[in-house]
């Protein structure tokens, strides 16, 4: 008797429908897994074999083929295995499964018969829906990130008795059901930091609520303990609040990689990623042989920080590049090729020299000489792309030791809000959203400046040497200056103010 039960695979950051087809023929003994399946479905039977007799069933001794079609795509992982075991008990009349088509089935099986969650549960909900399927059947601890896709019934089961069950006997299994708007306006606004606890710094706040204003990428160079660290960790305090729509888009992303907690429906804040500096290449954009998303896709939507950022492998910083520009990310195979989203807010920290206090050295451990050949472990290229670069000093003791609280991240974010509003306002016929994103063309519409502002940046690019990246940057900088003050054009002192940005041109980078 032939059976098709149907499951899903993952491919980038969406979701492919499979057919498994299940055969049992009484013309001999095996088990025949075909569609090009990975190791871990190729030891499904064991699981299946064990779980199936742990709840009263078995594996018939008879010729059994199962196809996974489309038979060209490889499929991965053992989210696989209860489909597949329903398809045996159907195919070999077992049990009765009338209306199993309607429903996309899955699940990682235990040797009892209980079921572990899976990963990518989003995007395969979504795609269940847009295909038509009445329901989606699951480990339980996976139904409150499915139960995110309205308008598709939501199953989940502890065991496969359940399941066996729910189409042998027709005992129903209890519906998921979530108020998604409810739940994601409930926690839009929970941040663990707040801007009120850093103290001083009133320069490097001011960098960081233009960065937030206009999404531009900053690096914080300071020595240790100046509050590089405390700065970037509070940056998503200020940022605006996701829209359910990049809810949806960050969730999936993390979904794929299995980053969403059992109580955990829809991520409501923006993701902060903070990679450890050993990370490879692979790890940071994202790939292997079975492809994932890497930190810079999980920063999708919110903050990518990378802490001490000479310490990072060159060749690891130089595949930034790309994604910096593109906000997206391209893994070539031979046989496919996967686009993960990137558009993340880069937030990097660094010290001026090896020892972390040039040029205030008490020991003088940090010649000029060593000072700059640290600085050149990041390229000149990738400098460019980085909006903002702030010196911060040292916190002094009057104060770290005072009692007034500085601004809270609520009235930071109020402001940022407003900026962010005008320039959804004047993009609002482009696909871009902020001022980090507008390419030259839209710099030359929405960048023009009066002839102080233009001589004030003509002598800052002689005087520095700077290179034109770098001076479409400057304009950006100005440009959301300018929105958080509410002026319409760009100002001489916007220009200023944006040049003073750029420390590492200034000061310290020597191409």
């Known amino acids: 008797m032939l059976i098709k039960i149907y499951g899903s695979a993952i491919h980038g950051v969406a979701a492919q429908t499979i057919t498994i087809e299940v055969n049992v023929d009484t013309g001999g003994v095996g088990y025949h897994l075909v569609g090009l399946p990975d190791n871990a479905i190729k030891e499904s039977s064991y699981r299946i074999s064990a779980a199936l007799k742990n709840v009263g069933f078995k594996i018939p001794g008879k010729k059994i083929t199962i196809n996974m079609a489309p038979a060209d795509l490889r499929k991965e992982g053992s989210a696989y295995d209860l489909s597949i075991a329903l398809g045996i008990l159907a195919a070999s009349d077992q049990i009765l499964a009338e209306n199993i088509q309607d429903y996309i089935i899955m699940g990682e099986l235990s040797l009892d018969g209980s079921l572990q969650p899976i990963k990518g549960v989003l995007p395969i909900a979504m795609k269940a829906r847009e295909e038509g399927f009445k329901g989606i059947i699951?480990?339980?601890?996976?139904?409150?990130?499915?139960?995110?896709?309205?308008?598709?019934?939501?199953?989940?089961?502890?065991?496969?008795?359940?399941?066996?069950?729910?189409?042998?006997?027709?005992?129903?299994?209890?519906?998921?059901?979530?108020?998604?708007?409810?739940?994601?306006?409930?926690?839009?606004?929970?941040?663990?930091?707040?801007?009120?606890?850093?103290?001083?710094?009133?320069?490097?706040?001011?960098?960081?609520?233009?960065?937030?204003?206009?999404?531009?990428?900053?690096?914080?160079i300071g020595p240790p303990g100046s509050g590089k660290t405390m700065l970037a960790k509070r940056v998503p305090s200020i940022l605006p609040p996701l829209t359910l729509k990049e809810a949806l888009e960050t969730t999936k992303i993390h979904s794929v990689a299995g980053k969403i907690g059992t109580e955990t429906s829809l991520m409501t804040i923006r993701p902060f990623r903070s990679p450890h500096h050993t990370i490879s290449d692979v790890a940071l954009v994202g790939g292997g042989s079975y492809p994932q998303p890497g930190e810079i896709s999980l920063a999708h939507n919110g903050v990518?920080?990378?802490?001490?950022?000479?310490?990072?492998?060159?060749?690891?910083?130089?595949?930034?590049?790309?994604?910096?520009?593109?906000?997206?990310?391209?893994?070539?195979?031979?046989?496919?090729?996967?686009?993960?989203?990137?558009?993340?807010?880069?937030?990097?920290?660094?010290?001026p020299s090896p020892s972390g206090y040039f040029p205030d050295d008490p020991n003088n451990t940090s010649s000029i000489l060593e000072m700059q050949r640290y600085m050149n472990k990041l390229s000149?290229?990738?400098?460019?792309?980085?909006?903002?670069?702030?010196?911060?000093?040292?916190?002094?003791?009057?104060?770290?030791?005072?009692?007034?609280?500085?601004?809270?991240?609520?009235?930071?974010?109020?402001?940022?809000?407003?900026?962010?509003?005008?320039?959804?306002?004047?993009?609002r016929n482009l696909e871009i959203s902020y001022n980090a994103q507008i390419g030259s063309r839209q710099?030359?519409?929405?960048?023009?400046?009066?002839?102080?502002?233009?001589?004030?940046?003509?002598?800052?690019?002689?005087?520095?040497?700077?290179?034109?990246?770098?001076?479409?940057?400057?304009?950006?900088?100005?440009?959301?200056i300018a929105d958080l003050e509410g002026d319409q054009n760009i100002l001489s002192h916007h220009i200023s103010e944006a040049i003073q940005y750029r420390s590492l041109d200034r000061e310290f980078w020597k191409s």
């Open 304 to 351: 990518l920080f990378l802490d001490e950022m000479p310490e990072f492998k060159r060749t690891v910083l130089e595949v930034m590049r790309q994604p910096l520009e593109d906000r997206e990310v391209t893994i070539s195979r031979a046989k496919f090729t996967v686009n993960y989203p990137a558009s993340f807010m880069l937030i990097a920290s660094m010290n």
């Open 138 to 220: 699951l480990p339980k601890q996976n139904t409150r990130e499915a139960a995110v896709v309205e308008g598709i019934d939501v199953y989940g089961v502890v065991n496969i008795k359940e399941v066996i069950d729910f189409f042998n006997e027709g005992i129903p299994i209890e519906k998921v059901i979530l108020d998604i708007k409810k739940e994601f306006q409930e926690k839009i606004d929970q941040f663990p930091f707040d801007f009120s606890e850093v103290k001083g710094q009133e320069t490097a706040k001011r960098a960081m609520e233009i960065a937030a204003a206009g999404g531009h990428n900053i690096i914080l």
């Open 380 to 427: 000149g290229p990738l400098l460019d792309r980085i909006d903002i670069h702030i010196e911060i000093q040292k916190v002094e003791f009057e104060q770290l030791t005072e009692k007034r609280k500085g601004e809270n991240s609520e009235e930071i974010r109020k402001r940022v809000l407003k900026a962010r509003e005008v320039q959804q306002d004047r993009y």
């Open 443 to 480: 710099i030359e519409q929405f960048c023009a400046l009066d002839e102080a502002s233009f001589s004030l940046i003509k002598q800052a690019m002689e005087k520095l040497n700077l290179s034109a990246r770098a001076y479409d940057r400057i304009l950006k900088v100005a440009r959301t």
